[in-house]
């Protein structure tokens, strides 16, 4: 007990090799054999059939009857937007995968837990999805810190891990057990310069929360690529994932009479940044990354959203037809539009069981073999090769808020 305790808080060391309890197990008839020198053979027997018994129990068999696939995503809390959306996504790409007959024989069954947007929840989760359901591959996170957290724990158990939509480049850095369906942000932070380059504003300001290793991130590579091409950062203004009253730093912004404001977080707070831009009488247009894909940007920010843009991976009015019949499906399902989650959600979940099926088996090494060697899966989202890097190079495209609706502007290709 006391060991099996010290193996979900270390991240699951040596889980991995398919019995952790038979590590554990023979550690510990070891231990009692030297000290019960005077043990019955007979009792010893009923020992080794004991821990014969719970070693099978506990250990992902290949004789199980499902493939148990886990998933991490903020269900509830802040960005419950992002996980309740990628969520969606994810199953019923395992509904369709298992009633297209399901994997080597077996049905796929999705084991999901909630890190409530909190920082130090996905590890604990994570860590639990490994040691008691034996899951042979982790889909998740959106949000890349809660992905960072992940990513060591998988890789130090040997578990292949995909992200649908993390696009800090640090995320797939940390090892190769760990892959991403979506493109990274030193892309995404080029596509939102270009744009404010074709625009003409070479006047920027940046507001960045600090608490997101993505905002971060976001920001440094537009910083990176505008001041290289013309553009002069006027301002750089931080704030924490929660803060409601960004005055302060909007006060600071507007008298340096930015073009165009970055506000590279998430879509809970660019929504009040917007709205209180326009109360202060900033006329500035803003612009965001993914993370500003939610409906509740709209709900919160109203009219002070209008005539924004934003970069995401991929657009409801693209006329391709894995883009429309993955919204006919998702709509006739739950009764209401995909957003970008939704559709890389269901896209790493697709990819999975393709590299599953090539691979033969879910053994985690093979399986990451199969995974690496990914190669134009026609995805939702686009075509899908996963690079040297576990990357996906993918085009990105530009929405405006108009009217209450993301409106697609372009495609930016890699
Ligand atoms: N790219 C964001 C991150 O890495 C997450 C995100 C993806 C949010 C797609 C919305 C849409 O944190």
Known sequence: MRA?????????????NGCASDQLQSKGARVYAASTMKLSSSLCIVACLFAAVACKKMAPSEAATEIVVGEFASLSGAT???????HKGT????????????????????????????????????????????????????????????????????IPMIS?????????????????????DPFQGTVLSKFALSKNWKRVAILTDVKQDY?????????????????????????????????????AIKGTTPDVILASGYYTESGLIALQARELQIAAPLIGGDGWDSPSLIEVGGKAVEGSFFSNHFSVEDPAPAIQTF??????????????????????????????????????????????????????????TLNPQRNADKSAVMLEVRNGQFKYVETVAP
Do not use: W
């Open 91 to 158: 199953a019923m790409a395992v509904d369709e995968i298992n009633a297209a007959g399901g994997l080597l024989g077996k049905k796929m069954r999705l084991v999901s837990e909630d890190d409530q947007s909190k920082p130090g929840e996905a590890a604990t989760v994570v860590r639990k999805l490994i040691s008691r359901e034996h899951i042979v591959a982790l889909l998740g996170e959106v949000a890349s810190s809660r992905s960072l957290e992940a990513a060591p724990i998988c890789q130090q158990a040997g």
């Open 327 to 384: 919204l006919k499906k998702f709509n006739d399902k739950y009764h209401e539009q995909p957003d970008a989650m939704a559709a890389l959600g269901y896209d790493s979940a697709m990819i999975l069981a393709d590299a599953i099926k090539r691979a033969g088996t879910t053994e985690g090494p093979k399986l990451r073999d199969a995974l690496a060697a990914t190669k134009d899966f026609s995805a939702v989202t686009g075509k899908i």
């Open 4 to 16: 099996r305790a010290r193996l979900e808080r270390e991240g699951g060391d040596g889980i991995s």
């Open 215 to 251: 905002s971060v991130g976001l920001s440094q590579f537009f910083k990176a690529h505008i001041s290289a091409n013309g553009g002069t950062i006027v301002s750089e203004q931080s704030y924490s994932s929660g803060d409601k009253d960004f005055k302060a730093q909007l006060t």
């Open 164 to 184: 649908p939509a993390s696009t800090n480049p640090k995320v797939t850095e940390v090892g190769d057990f760990v892959f991403r369906v979506c493109f990274i």
């Open 80 to 86: 419950a937007s992002f996980g309740q959306s990628s």
